[in-house]
């Protein structure tokens, strides 16, 4: 085990969506993206992702709580593009209506926030300048921050009956329960104002394999449609996701997890 421990952190996802853009298209995509795509050589094609739509009425629109939809793609459909950095630590997702990044977690090291925000900006610039410089233009109209976290066994929890350990619910028995799954939602205010919904779920897994067990964690917030659309207003919108996600997730832990991982309200 390292000294120095860092978060359960598996993935981070920031992304922003905007009216479709011609330009951004498979084969212009070496031009949109300029020395990005040459940093990110490996390519695939995916379904097209849609983000879901969040109102402050929850049931104004898609039921459910805010899984993504993702759309088969037939003949001729849309295709949503990653570019993977040469170590598939960076992976860059694009589509007509989409610009994504993506951290994977492929070593110890873990990325915080400030430098993956820093990141996403410069490809988001790139793809912007090179847009407007073809007749197009980068306004977002809607945002999406998600954390993957996979949680191993370690000295906090080690079996799939110490849950108890690790997660903090209140409940009458819930110094003794054992495992349990979870999903919920709920809306993000700012100013007294409703701007979008946070979405967490929360899944034992057990491999049969190893005879381990692991916890999937997931959490996300999205926007609903910015006020004002513009980057600024997306990143903006970013920056208090991440902050949520941050709050959400210590209050989630027992004080002996958060010890475990060192986690703070600015990790």
């Given at each position: 085990?390292?000294?120095?421990?860092?978060?359960?952190?598996?993935?981070?996802?920031?992304?922003?969506?905007?009216?479709p853009?011609?330009?951004?298209?498979?084969?212009?995509?070496?031009q949109?993206l300029?020395?990005?795509?040459?940093?990110?050589?490996?390519i695939?094609?995916?379904?097209?992702?849609?983000?879901?739509?969040?109102?402050?009425?929850?049931?104004?629109g898609?039921?459910?709580?805010?899984?993504?939809?993702?759309?088969?793609?037939?003949?001729?459909?849309?295709?949503?593009?990653?570019f993977?950095?040469?170590?598939?630590?960076?992976?860059?997702?694009?589509?007509r209506?989409f610009?994504a990044?993506?951290?994977?977690?492929?070593?110890?090291e873990?990325?915080?926030?400030?430098?993956?925000r820093?990141?996403?900006?410069?490809?988001?610039?790139?793809?912007?300048?090179?847009?407007?410089a073809?007749?197009?233009?980068?306004?977002?109209?809607?945002?999406?921050?998600?954390?993957?976290?996979?949680?191993?066994?370690?000295?906090?929890?080690?079996?799939?009956?110490?849950?108890?350990?690790?997660?903090?619910i209140?409940?009458?028995?819930?110094?003794?329960y054992?495992?349990?799954a979870?999903?919920?939602?709920?809306?993000?205010?700012?100013?007294?104002?409703?701007?979008?919904?946070?979405?967490?779920?929360?899944?034992?897994?057990?491999?049969?394999?190893?005879?381990?067990?692991?916890?999937?964690?997931?959490?996300?917030?999205?926007?609903?449609?910015?006020?004002?659309?513009?980057?600024?207003a997306?990143?903006?919108?970013?920056?208090?996701?991440?902050d949520?996600?941050?709050?959400?997730?210590?209050?989630?832990l027992?004080?002996?997890?958060?010890?475990f991982?060192g986690?703070?309200?600015?990790?």
């Amino acid at each position: 085990m390292n000294a120095v421990r860092t978060p359960p952190v598996n993935e981070v996802v920031l992304s922003v969506q905007f009216p479709p853009q011609d330009q951004l298209i498979g084969p212009r995509l070496p031009q949109m993206l300029g020395e990005w795509y040459e940093t990110h050589p490996g390519i695939t094609t995916a379904p097209p992702y849609e983000m879901p739509a969040e109102h402050e009425s929850l049931y104004a629109g898609q039921p459910g709580l805010g899984s993504p939809r993702i759309e088969i793609a037939g003949p001729g459909a849309e295709s949503r593009y990653w570019f993977s950095s040469g170590d598939e630590v960076y992976v860059i997702q694009v589509q007509r209506s989409f610009l994504a990044l993506n951290w994977r977690r492929r070593t110890e090291e873990y990325v915080r926030f400030d430098e993956l925000r820093k990141r996403f900006l410069d490809v988001a610039g790139t793809v912007m300048k090179n847009l407007e410089a073809h007749g197009g233009t980068l306004v977002p109209n809607r945002a999406e921050l998600s954390y993957i976290n996979m949680v191993q066994p370690n000295d906090v929890w080690a079996k799939a009956n110490d849950l108890h350990k690790l997660i903090d619910i209140n409940f009458w028995d819930r110094d003794v329960y054992e495992q349990f799954a979870l999903q919920y939602s709920k809306s993000l205010h700012r100013n007294g104002q409703w701007i979008g919904r946070s979405h967490v779920v929360v899944q034992p897994i057990y491999s049969w394999l190893t005879q381990e067990p692991s916890l999937y964690v997931n959490l996300t917030a999205r926007s609903g449609l910015l006020e004002t659309p513009n980057f600024e207003a997306s990143i903006d919108f970013l920056d208090y996701a991440h902050d949520s996600i941050n709050h959400t997730f210590l209050s989630m832990l027992r004080p002996e997890a958060t010890t475990f991982w060192g986690l703070t309200s600015d990790s």
